[in-house]
């Protein structure tokens, strides 16, 4: 069969942070012949406002949605966690499946399912139709060992209290339990703490395991992982105008959520000096407390140094009266921006972060030094691996609390911009900047794995 005959369905999570990944591995597919078609939910699907995307190096990818049942909000529209991931686990296959049926039924044919892990019910629909499962991991292997040693009962939980002093999965380096996803130390949203390991219960059922990461960051992990597993890291999935230039026009990831103010903030950069500006980013679901946007604001201030602090538009409210008016000469605040343009310029020294994974994918892709402030999740195994593993930054300490305060997040900035350890961190950061590159570059690591992805997709 010819690469082009070899149509995937790619089905992610409705989330802006686990969309991207996998429609940037979508383009890579495009890019060596096989036919992708983006499936995400109906809602989901109005916010791109497209039904195909066009590219100069391979065929169209198309948008074809399905329904989790709450076609006009999704998750708001729903209202809780239980109602909306209830919704989706019903609605979901149902809807997938007919999807599959109507492609067959205009001539093109589903041969294989990409889908995000938290969607383990594709892996069902797959195999009634007799379709090729891979599942597709948006978040660190190291996170996914730990939540599959959790499925399968090797790790007893929360952490949180009497109990083991470390955590140890093989490939993970030793953890302290509140290193551990939030989850696993807490137990917090337990409903959703069950979706995410569901996805571990038919891992072993699955044709190919796919990773957003690049080899050399988790080679431990991922080696593990290869030992149960077909596994291929394919990242990092970012755009190819960043890394090893390969797509032409693959300059963004094509769909934003919120509307980015890039000329903006790109005119504001363009006149602060190398490695000078504080960037500051909490991605696009973390809501913080008044009392957390108080510190980070007059921590950002008492710095002296410039800031773009990106604060989306339905949480400016949360900011300190007077506060823009009292740094207009420091800083700029905007509703959002092209994250990747604000990392690749070269007046950016330093990136404020929950350590969402893209984020520090990001920047380990992009040599910019993280100051962590994790906030749930994966995010404070993510800082974990940003100070201690690949050494490109450092994590902000938090009070009884649970916040961070303005001297610490100052203390983290001074530190890492010019602190004893500021040579270092840049050194690391260009180091994983250029292992970045030659995993996505022709022949390296990444490149190779989803060639042989490509050669089994179209060989079976």
């Not at 892996?123 to 939540?147: H, M, Q, R, T, W």
């Not at 195994?381 to 009884?400: C, L």
């Amino acid at each position: 069969m010819e690469a082009q005959k070899a149509h995937v369905l790619v089905v992610p999570y409705p989330s802006q942070g686990r969309m991207n990944p996998m429609f940037q591995f979508s383009k890579w597919l495009a890019s060596k012949g096989i036919k992708p078609t983006l499936a995400p939910t109906l809602c989901f699907s109005k916010l791109m406002d497209t039904t195909a995307i066009s590219t100069h190096y391979g065929l169209p990818i198309k948008v074809r949605p399905f329904s989790d049942g709450y076609d006009d909000g999704g998750f708001i529209q729903a209202g809780s966690i239980p109602a909306y991931l209830d919704s989706l686990k019903v609605n979901g296959p149902k809807t997938l499946a007919q999807l599959i049926e109507k492609l067959t039924e205009e001539g093109d044919p589903v041969k294989a399912i990409i889908y995000d892990g938290f969607l383990p019910w594709a892996l069902d629909v797959a195999k009634k139709f007799g379709l090729l499962g891979v599942l597709f991991f948006p978040e660190s292997c190291s996170v996914n060992s730990i939540y599959y040693h959790v499925q399968r009962g090797l790790i007893k939980v929360p952490l949180m209290g009497p109990g083991p002093s470390t955590v140890s999965v093989p490939g993970v380096p030793e953890l302290q339990p509140w290193e551990t996803p939030s989850f696993v130390y807490n137990g917090s949203y337990p409903e959703w703490f069950a979706w995410v390991l569901r996805q571990f219960s038919d891992i072993d059922q699955v044709d190919w395991v796919l990773c957003s990461i690049f080899y050399e960051m988790e080679k431990e992990v991922v080696d593990w992982m290869s030992t149960m597993w077909k596994v291929g890291t394919v990242g990092p999935t970012i755009p190819s105008y960043y890394l090893d230039k390969r797509l032409e026009d693959d300059k963004d990831y094509t769909f934003n959520r919120f509307k980015p103010t890039t000329s903006v903030t790109k005119n504001w950069l363009d006149t602060n000096p190398k490695n000078s500006v504080i960037y500051m980013s909490f991605g696009s679901l973390a809501k913080l407390s008044e009392p957390q946007f108080e510190e980070l604001a007059w921590g950002l201030r008492n710095t002296h140094k410039n800031f773009l602090w990106v604060v989306r538009e339905s949480e400016q409210a949360k900011l300190p009266k007077q506060f823009i008016e009292e740094t207009s000469g420091q800083g700029l605040v905007v509703g959002w921006t092209s994250q990747l343009e604000v990392l690749s310029h070269e007046a950016t020294g330093c990136f404020v972060t929950h350590c969402g994974f893209n984020s520090v994918l990001e920047a380990l892709s992009l040599g910019v030094p993280i100051v962590g402030v994790p906030q749930w999740f994966d995010q404070g195994t993510n800082a974990k691996f940003a100070e201690d593993v690949w050494r490109v930054g450092i994590r902000a300490k938090v009070d009884d609390k649970g916040i961070v305060g303005r001297e610490s997040l100052e203390e983290c900035i001074r530190e890492v911009m010019e602190g004893e350890k500021r040579e270092e961190l840049r050194k690391n950061a260009d180091k994983w900047k250029r292992l970045a590159n030659e995993a996505m570059d022709e022949g390296g690591s990444s490149d190779k794995n989803i060639d042989e992805f490509v050669s089994f997709l179209v060989g079976c």
